[in-house]
């Protein structure tokens, strides 16, 4: 058996191979800034799911904006709508959706049907814009299935407080990546899904200025 290791976004060359059929999740919390299906598409393009030509289509998107505080905590709120090992990374880009960082550094294994997942590297620590890496990690048990569909009933949510860096950005991007190992190569999106929100920031004032960040243009 064959591993490679590189950034998935790089990868070309593969529109071949079989693709996933199904999404995987939804942004409850902070809103998400494009209109999504009951499984959370469009979300396999990267950075935020929608893919670069409808970036101008008004028709999706949602025009949601969330008031933050800097320096205190949000509320992040996913439903996981098709169960798949992996994790999340949430990244914040302050002036342009082009400072999020590329998808996480996956390894493959190779079959008799492609390239398939097997890991990702998570940031430890966390390096700007990175908020946090390796979140919600889920992996199966031995025995267990990789994936399967989620009863909408009773949907598998992934809920937690993460703190937001104390800045001013009226225009702050959010993204939420997802990782899913075990899975094939999907074109777009390699081995993550992507979804974003708009976030307003505006700094405590009794709080230090975060001077790590990028100043807000």
């Known amino acids: 058996m064959k591993i490679a290791l590189r950034p998935i976004a790089l990868v070309v060359g593969l529109t071949a191979l079989p693709l ?7 942004l409850l ?6 209109k999504t299906n009951d499984l959370g598409d469009p979300q396999k393009a990267g ?11 008004a028709q ?12 205190s905590k949000f509320h992040l709120k996913i439903q996981e709508t098709v169960f798949h090992s992996g994790h999340y990374r949430v990244a914040l880009a302050v002036n342009s959706r082009n400072d999020l960082p590329p998808d996480p ?9 492609g390239p398939y ?3 990702a590297q998570i940031q430890s620590p966390p390096q700007i814009p990175v908020l946090v890496d390796g979140l919600f990690p889920h992996y199966p048990k031995p025995g267990e299935p990789a994936s399967k569909r989620v009863d909408p009933k ?7 407080d993460l703190e937001l860096p104390n800045i001013n950005c009226p225009k702050c991007t959010l993204q939420v990546v997802q990782f899913m190992a075990d899975h094939g190569y999907n074109v777009p999106g390699g081995y993550s899904y992507h979804h974003c929100a708009a976030l307003e920031i505006t700094a405590d ?3 230090p200025i975060d001077s790590r960040w990028p100043v807000s243009k």
Do not use: R, Y
């Open 20 to 26: 996933a059929v199904f999404a995987h999740f939804k």
């Open 29 to 34: 919390e902070p809103a998400d800034w494009v």
């Open 47 to 57: 950075p935020c799911g929608l893919p670069a030509t409808n970036v101008d289509n």
């Open 60 to 71: 999706l998107l949602t025009d949601a904006s969330t008031k933050v505080t800097g320096g």
């Open 105 to 113: 550094v996956a390894a493959e294994k190779w079959t008799e049907k």
């Open 117 to 119: 997942s097997t890991w």
């Open 154 to 160: 009773s949907p598998m949510i992934w809920e937690t």
């Open 205 to 207: 004032p009794a709080k």
